[in-house]
Antibody, heavy 121, light 109 residues
Framework: EVQLVESGGGLVQPGRSLRLSCAASGFTFDDYAMHWVRQAPGKGLEWVSGISWNSGSIGYADSVKGRFTISRDNAKNSLYLQMNSLRAEDTALYYC??????????????WGQGTLVTVSS | DIQMTQSPSSLSASVGDRVTITCRASQGISNSLAWYQQKPGKAPKLLLYAASRLESGVPSRFSGSGSGTDYTLTISSLQPEDFATYYCQQYYSTPPMYTFGQGTKLEIK
């Protein structure tokens, strides 16, 4: 059974940093691209970032480019999102999602339950 | 960037109804479209990919169609568990830049 468990969310002041983690199990982690998708309270889904199986291809939404960094550790079956210079508009539930192939250019077939990030002073 | 426009934004229907949700891309996306269902407090769930391919385990009352810029999700006979919010997503952009539609909230009439 595929499981994706996010952690690292919390309350953080504007301008500060936070690092999210996603622990994956139930599939061969290094065979698939992985993504972060967020959902602000009461709003729709917004793709944040994605990374190919070997970290050779990485993409970011314009809203986070230059502030967020995605990475993965295939030996630890883990995905990460380093979030710097956080803003109030980054407040959201952050989901880890599994890509359907090694390439990042595919759909997302499994999602975690999310970790909540609140940016507020 | 490719924009996805989903309609309607909300829809009231009854159990047994046939409903259709549409998604329009700002440019052709060559069937690189997925549909997700999200229930309150839950993560999204994949329903269809490649515009019309049903994900394993998803009931056959869900179907998808379309080409070019225009796509539809159809639920042939609504069941009580189908009341949820539905999102389309394009995965055509290179470099990868995914876009979701704004969502359609399907409510019980």
């Amino acid at each position: 059974e595929v499981q994706l468990v996010e952690s690292g969310g919390g309350l953080v002041q504007p301008g500060r940093s936070l690092r999210l983690s996603c622990a994956a199990s139930g599939f061969t982690f290094d065979d698939y691209a992985m993504h972060w998708v967020r959902q602000a309270p009461g709003k729709g889904l917004e793709w944040v970032s994605g990374i190919s199986w070997n970290s050779g291809s990485i993409g970011y939404a314009d809203s986070v480019k230059g502030r967020f960094t995605i990475s993965r550790d295939n030996a630890k079956n883990s995905l990460y999102l380093q979030m710097n210079s956080l803003r109030a508009e980054d407040t959201a539930l952050y989901y880890c999602a599994k890509g359907s192939s090694p390439s990042p250019l595919e759909w997302f077939d499994y999602w975690g339950q999310g970790t909540l990030v609140t940016v507020s002073s | 960037d490719i924009q996805m426009t989903q309609s309607p934004s909300s829809l009231s229907a009854s159990v047994g109804d046939r409903v259709t949700i549409t998604c329009r891309a700002s440019q052709g996306i060559s069937n690189s479209l997925a549909w997700y269902q999200q229930k309150p407090g839950k993560a999204p769930k994949l329903l269809l990919y490649a515009a019309s391919r049903l994900e394993s385990g998803v009931p056959s009352r869900f179907s998808g169609s379309g080409s070019g810029t225009d796509y539809t999700l159809t639920i042939s006979s609504l069941q009580p568990e189908d009341f949820a919010t539905y999102y389309c997503q394009q995965y055509y952009s290179t470099p990868p830049m995914y876009t979701f539609g704004q969502g359609t909230k399907l409510e019980i009439k």
